[in-house]
């Protein structure tokens, strides 16, 4: 027929045959020398469960019959065997296990697709939250600066101030436009989307006067501790004069900071930022406040990106 043939004279060889290599179809007689042919059956199917056994039998009962297919064995045929008949059987077999490889390989294509799939949706929710973690973020850092803005606008424009000297006039003015310039850097940092995506940022450093800095960020936030009537204390060290850093990151990271201890202390509560040399190229600085705080089983949670814990009434995080 056409087809690579293994022969064994006894049923011990041919577990020995079935251990060693891997066949399609297995012809056994039930009846052996050694062994029963279901034994060879049975082991033939716990090494391979998509071989075919074909077994044959001279002395046919309903027992044996029975006890075969129930063993898994793809044919049962008498003696004598014709040959027509065995190699229908044969291209049969084959033909039903090429069905099952590929059904096989189907089922395994499918179960990867599904994976993929699964795990392409998970990237999507991680970039739905990234998405929505980013527009909480940036709300949360325009706000102060709009703030500022409409604070100051407001007491230029209002008819219940008394009239305001020409020099803090321009120093109301020069608050709104620090804050502008500073909202304006947040936009512009919004739409550069390539950077943000790509998790990379580009610092600009420079030398510029970090007590200028402070006062303006002081100026810029006096508004909003005004609502809760908060002080904020700026304390920097006399050896501190200019230091070389990104201005503008600098002046988000305090804002930020700030914002969220205005947010977490109460009513008449005390904001602090304590700037010190630890060493010659070492600037420590420190925002501290009276508020709830943070437990010391959450204060590393603090650093994980978009982290947040839970305070004493209200959601704390960085």
């Given at each position: 027929m056409g087809y690579s043939v293994t022969t064994a004279v006894n049923g011990q060889e041919a577990l020995a045959l079935i251990r060693r290599q891997p066949f399609n179809i297995l012809i056994a007689d039930i009846k052996l020398p050694d062994i029963s042919g279901l034994e060879i059956l049975q082991t033939a199917k716990?090494?391979?469960?998509?071989?075919?056994?074909?077994?044959?039998?001279g002395?046919?009962?309903?027992?044996?019959?029975?006890?075969?297919?129930?063993?898994?064995?793809?044919?049962?045929?008498?003696?004598?065997?014709?040959?027509?008949?065995?190699?229908?059987?044969?291209?049969?077999?084959?033909?039903?296990q090429r069905l099952l490889v590929e059904n096989r390989e189907l089922v395994e294509s499918l179960q990867q697709s599904n994976k993929r799939l699964e795990e392409t949706n998970r990237a999507l929710e991680q970039v739905s939250q990234a998405k929505s973690d980013f527009t909480a973020k940036m709300s949360h850092e325009l706000r102060t600066p709009l703030n500022s803005i409409i604070g100051f606008s407001e007491v230029l424009?209002?008819?219940?101030?008394?009239?305001?000297?020409?020099?803090?006039?321009?120093?109301?003015?020069?608050?709104?436009?620090?804050?502008?310039?500073?909202?304006?850097?947040?936009?512009?940092?919004?739409?550069?989307l390539s950077k943000i995506e790509s998790g990379k940022m580009t610092l600009e450093p420079s030398e510029f006067d970090l007590t200028v800095l402070l006062e303006d960020i002081k100026m810029?936030?006096?508004?909003?501790?005004?609502?809760?009537?908060?002080?904020?204390?700026?304390?920097?060290?006399?050896?501190?004069?200019?230091?070389?850093?990104?201005?503008?990151k600098m002046r988000q990271i305090f804002l930020n900071l700030i914002s969220n201890a205005h947010k977490f202390t109460?009513?008449?509560?005390?904001?602090?930022?304590?700037?010190?040399?630890?060493?010659?190229?070492?600037?420590?600085?420190s925002v501290i406040d009276n508020g709830i705080g943070i437990s010391p089983q959450d204060q590393q949670r603090i650093f994980e990106e978009m982290g947040q814990v839970r305070g004493n009434s209200n959601a704390r995080g960085k």
């Open positions: 716990e090494l391979n469960p998509e071989i075919a056994v074909i077994m044959i039998t002395h046919a009962s309903i027992e044996t019959a029975v006890d075969a297919i129930n063993e898994g064995a793809y044919a049962y045929i008498l003696k004598p065997v014709a040959m027509s008949e065995l190699e229908n059987i044969i291209n049969n077999a084959l033909r039903e424009l209002s008819k219940n101030t008394p009239p305001l000297d020409q020099a803090t006039h321009d120093e109301f003015l020069n608050y709104i436009h620090v804050s502008g310039s500073h909202l304006l850097h947040l936009i512009n940092s919004i739409l550069d810029t936030v006096l508004p909003m501790l005004a609502t809760k009537k908060q002080t904020l204390q700026i304390e920097i060290a006399e050896d501190i004069s200019s230091i070389f850093a990104d201005e503008p109460p009513r008449e509560g005390k904001i602090s930022v304590v700037c010190q040399l630890e060493t010659p190229n070492l600037l420590h600085c």
